[in-house]
């Protein structure tokens, strides 16, 4: 191939010492590998694939389809498992937070926190529609498990077995599992509906033969 020349217009190939120009379009012969492709060769090859609307990136500020909800509810998540859960009256009088409770007997406690802190770089990293939609049962159990145990807990509350116990609920508590509840409502909707594909452009058609087929 390095040793043939070609016309440009019709590619004609020639052998190099057979002439300069080409015999049938008179055009000055050039290197046939610095020719571009064809008409035949493109057309050949495969059309490009556009992009969906729900593949395009997104950019790391965006707050919309209940990904910047569901971090903020997270990041309150990890922030109420620190805050007062259980007021203990009997036998002694006490304040414990989730995270106390969970050194202790209720290690069980940790899920809940756990999935709050994996959740946030979790969302924060899926920056496609497809994507946000991809990790929806994922989001919706981290997000329902602090929900779960605080239900068990209120279920079956502690009781002393020979000396009596008597605690109360703490507002840490009431405010993790509505947390909770709204994080799980969200990831059930996160990503929201797939955008609608973009119109195909009508080739040929004018503004007014547009109107009137609409």
């Known amino acids: 191939m390095a040793t043939l020349l070609a016309?440009?217009?019709c590619r004609t190939l020639y052998r190099r010492g057979e002439g300069a120009s080409c015999a049938v379009c008179g055009v000055a012969l050039v290197p046939f590998e610095r020719l571009p492709p064809s008409a035949d060769a493109l057309a050949e090859e495969p059309p490009l694939m556009p992009l969906l609307p729900e593949d395009e990136p997104l950019p790391w500020s965006y707050w919309a389809r209940g990904r910047g909800l569901l971090l903020v509810l997270s990041v309150l998540g990890v922030a109420l498992f620190f805050a007062p859960w259980v007021r203990i009256e009997r036998p002694d009088i006490a304040v414990r937070s989730g995270f106390e409770l969970a050194r202790g007997r209720a290690g069980w406690l940790w899920g809940g926190a756990t999935g709050w802190l994996v959740l946030i770089p979790l969302v924060f990293s899926r920056r496609t529609i497809y994507k946000l939609r991809g990790i929806r049962p994922i989001a919706v159990a981290f997000s329902a498990m602090t929900l779960g145990e605080i239900?068990?807990?209120?279920?079956?509350?502690?009781?002393?077995?020979?000396?009596?116990?008597?605690?109360?609920w703490a507002f840490g508590l009431y405010a993790s599992a509505f947390v909770s509840a709204v994080a799980t409502v969200t990831a059930v909707l996160l990503g929201g509906s797939l955008p609608p594909l973009p119109a195909a452009p009508s080739a040929g058609v004018t503004s007014d033969e547009r109107r009137i087929l609409h």
Do not use: D, K, S, T
């Open 7 to 9: 016309c440009p217009f």
């Open 151 to 168: 239900a068990l807990m209120v279920a079956m509350p502690p009781r002393g077995r020979y000396v009596p116990v008597e605690i109360h």
